[in-house]
């Protein structure tokens, strides 16, 4: 088979994602896997999606829910999202607010609309895992983004001039990462701000998991302090990602884009482009689920996915020898831990598997693939008792490689 020499260069950046691979392997019942990064399917609102879909396909409202529609989105989810980010301190209007089949499409289309070959892309050290694939395919290099970093924008600037491109975006995730957990506090997004004024890139801000909040104070997005700056969404930098995935259900792909009006223009182009407009019928589904359970919903997973979280910090307490250490997020669906230097996550899992518990190795979430010796729990997706049994099984298996 010839085909695939034809592939374009940008073919070879595209990898099988060693969290899906892993996926497939973990349908054994007696595993208990932290590998996956899902929602519990018990707690989808499906009696909700079921009237909200029956009422879409009535004969009065057929005629649009199964009908191609705009390119923007759906106006009535559009406009429940312009109140939703105003609840956030960030004010828009409809015109600011582009729908996407979930905000992946949108990290997608970033990537299409700012990535030259060889642009810069400053990415979390580790970060989410998708937005490296989404971004691969545009062939950027990327470079580290750390709200700590003591190199000068200055420096970074040159450094990603010197390797052929500029610095185009950084991307980042600052309520309860994928994959860390870690929230970042309001100087902290206030110091990305400015790094990013002086570099004069964009921020994406990828909110997945921000109304997921079990324990702390929320802490504003970052569009929402830098609007406190310019007071007017139009003159931001910072292009807001929200998704229904990770409170309502991932299966419809639903999601959005808040920012400046000729981004969202010059998305909506990529968006026709792409695959025209998110199906109507999903978008219809989840604004009326929207506007009857989202609050409701959202507080139900809080109590749920909160009580998960604190057995497994308990547990990991418990049960991890001296040595290791883990972060203690205050919402989300991860808790990352890091091994001392030289153990490897992707070895570790091998004898974890035999001890038939599953985590994610941290190496893939690295740019670099460096810092092997980290790993990836997920908490949303078992009951505490089996987050206690599976803790204790790693915390063995970790005391067994030592
Ligand atoms: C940080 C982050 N961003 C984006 C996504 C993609 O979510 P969706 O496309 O379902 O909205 C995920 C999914 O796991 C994620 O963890």
């Given amino acids: 088979m010839r085909l695939p020499q034809l592939f374009a260069h940008r073919a070879e950046r595209m990898k099988a994602s060693e969290i899906r691979e892993l996926l497939k392997l973990l349908d054994q019942p007696d595993i208990i896997s932290f590998a996956g990064g899902i929602p519990d399917p018990a707690y989808f609102p499906r009696q909700a999606f079921a009237d909200a879909m029956v009422t879409a396909t009535s004969e009065q409202a057929a005629s649009v829910a199964l009908q191609y529609s705009t390119s923007e989105g759906y106006t009535p989810l559009r406009d429940w999202i312009v109140q939703h980010m105003a609840t956030l301190g960030v004010r828009c209007t409809r015109d600011n607010v582009l729908i996407t089949a979930g905000s992946q499409q949108a990290l997608d289309y970033l990537g299409k609309l700012f990535i030259d070959k060889d642009d810069t892309a400053l990415v979390g050290w580790p970060t989410y895992l998708g937005a490296l694939g989404a971004f691969n395919a545009y062939e950027p290099r990327y470079d580290r983004l750390d709200p700590a970093d003591n190199r000068s924008p200055e420096d970074i600037v040159a450094d990603a001039e010197a390797a052929g491109g500029r610095v185009k975006f950084a991307y980042l ?126 507080e139900t997973l809080r109590e749920v996915y909160g009580a998960r979280l604190q057995a497994m910090l308990k547990s990991l307490d418990a049960h991890m020898p001296d040595g290791i250490s883990w972060t203690k997020p205050e919402g989300g669906m991860f808790v990352w831990v890091t091994l001392p230097k030289g153990m490897d996550g992707a070895e570790l899992l091998k004898s974890a598997l035999e001890a038939r518990v599953a985590f994610v190795p941290g190496g893939a979430f690295y740019a670099d693939g460096s810092n092997a010796n980290t790993l990836r729990l997920n908490f949303s997706m078992s009951p505490a008792a089996k987050i206690e049994e599976g803790i204790a099984r790693l915390g063995e298996v970790i005391k067994g490689a030592l």
């Avoid at 506090?185 to 400015?194: D, F, K």
């Avoid at 964009?202 to 109304?211: G, K, L, P, R, T």
């Avoid at 310019?230 to 259900?249: E, M, N, P, V």
């Avoid at 792909?253 to 999903?282: F, H």
């Fill in 173 to 298: 995730s600052p309520d309860f990462a994928n994959p860390t957990g870690v929230t970042l506090s309001v100087e902290e997004r206030r110091g990305i701000l400015s790094r990013a004024k002086a570099m004069d890139c964009a921020i994406i801000e990828d909110a997945a998991y921000q109304s997921l909040r079990y324990t702390g104070q929320s802490v504003p997005p970052i569009l929402a302090l830098e609007m406190q700056e310019t007071g007017d969404i139009d003159a931001c930098r910072t292009i807001y990602l929200g998704s229904f995935s990770k409170t309502l259900a991932p299966g419809l792909r639903v999601g959005w884009a808040v920012a400046a009006k000729p981004v969202i223009s010059q998305l909506v182009l990529t968006k026709q482009a792409a695959d025209l407009q998110t199906a109507t019928i999903n978008q219809i589904a989840v604004a009326e689920v929207a506007r009857s359970v989202f609050d409701s919903h959202v």
